[in-house]
């Protein structure tokens, strides 16, 4: 059996934050040193390589991971803890999973009271400030099993990210890009016609444009779709977007913003353990997206399973 390790295994996106992540990384490395925090750094070369990485690494024996970058390299890293667990038997509550945020969103963190400041990060590294989230798994369309750090959502929600990594592979970066995507989505959308069962129940079937669920409250550079979410009770939030004029949700988008989109009339919220979203026709087979990043098209289910992972938080 591989020992555990006491270091920090890092990952390093360099593509994160605008392209500014070496220059915002470098002066951090010295800080960690300075601090005499143990760490090795390993640098992702392509998409999806931080979860190869991070998988090798559990298998190593190392049980704190932190990516540095953004939300998409959180959602990366968990994926390559989780699937190490499920393999091998060993338990998530061995891992303490962190972020040094250089992304263009950083949403994850708002949830867990981390400042979007790289040296205060790195004090809460060294004080050993840790606290616990909810293991989220999605099982998808054709079986494949996914895990949610976050937020995720199909219909308006899985667009509207579709769009922003749209974007993001031009070269465009920065918060606007959300908002540019907002728009966008808005105009060219069409509803899907899902049924929706919580904990056994159905709660929702019909024609919607947009189903979000949360273990955090945050995504899109600060919108909040499930804005009660909390990211350790073993519960998640989930909200529905029934169709409606296009005028009227237009007039909502405000509420996203100012945590209020849970009491408007025009939406449907809740909280359960589990969550069934099954599309009642091909063209409603949508995409939905986990953290941000596209994962694979309805059915989905998802379930707070009760596992949890350590995190580092404020």
């Known amino acids: 059996m591989t020992e555990p390790k006491t270091e920090w295994y890092i990952i390093v996106n360099p593509r994160a934050g605008s392209g500014k992540t070496m220059s915002l990384w470098v002066p951090a490395e010295q800080k960690l040193e300075k601090l005499g925090i143990p760490f090795i750094t390993a640098m ?3 998409k999806r390589h931080a979860t190869a990485l991070a998988h090798d690494a559990a298998a190593e024996g190392f049980r704190k991971i932190l990516a540095v970058g953004g939300d998409g390299s959180l959602h990366e890293t968990l994926a390559g803890i989780t699937r190490f667990c499920d393999a091998t038997g060993t338990p998530t509550e061995e891992f303490t999973l962190g972020v040094l945020p250089i992304g263009s969103g950083n949403d994850w963190i ?6 979007n400041d790289l040296d205060k990060v790195i004090d809460l590294i060294d004080s050993g400030s840790i606290g616990q989230m909810d293991i989220v798994k999605v099982t998808g369309g054709g079986g494949k099993v996914c895990y949610m750090a976050n937020i995720g959502g199909t219909g308006f929600d899985s667009h509207v990210c579709s769009r922003v990594n749209f974007q ?10 959300y908002l540019n995507a907002l728009r966008y989505t808005i ?7 899902v049924k929706v069962v919580a904990d056994g129940q159905e709660v929702f079937e019909g024609p919607c444009y947009s189903i979000a669920l949360g273990n955090g409250r945050y995504s899109g550079s600060g919108m909040r779709q499930v804005p009660l979410a909390t990211i350790d009770d073993g519960i998640m939030d989930y909200m529905i977007v029934p169709k409606a004029p296009l005028h009227a949700i237009v007039k909502q988008i405000p509420r996203l913003f100012n945590g209020s989109i849970n009491e408007s009339s025009l939406v449907i919220s809740g909280r359960c353990r589990q969550l069934l979203i099954a599309p ?5 087979e949508d995409i939905f997206e986990l953290d941000g990043e596209i994962e694979g098209r309805l059915p989905m289910n998802i379930e707070v399973d ?6 580092i938080k404020g």
């Open 280 to 284: 009642l026709d091909e063209q409603s």
């Open 306 to 311: 009760g596992r949890r992972i350590n995190v």
């Open 110 to 115: 708002k949830s867990l009271d981390v400042p």
């Open 168 to 177: 993001k592979e031009g070269g465009k970066r920065g918060k606007l890009i």
């Open 44 to 46: 992702t070369d392509h």
């Open 187 to 193: 105009t060219h959308i069409s509803a899907i016609s």
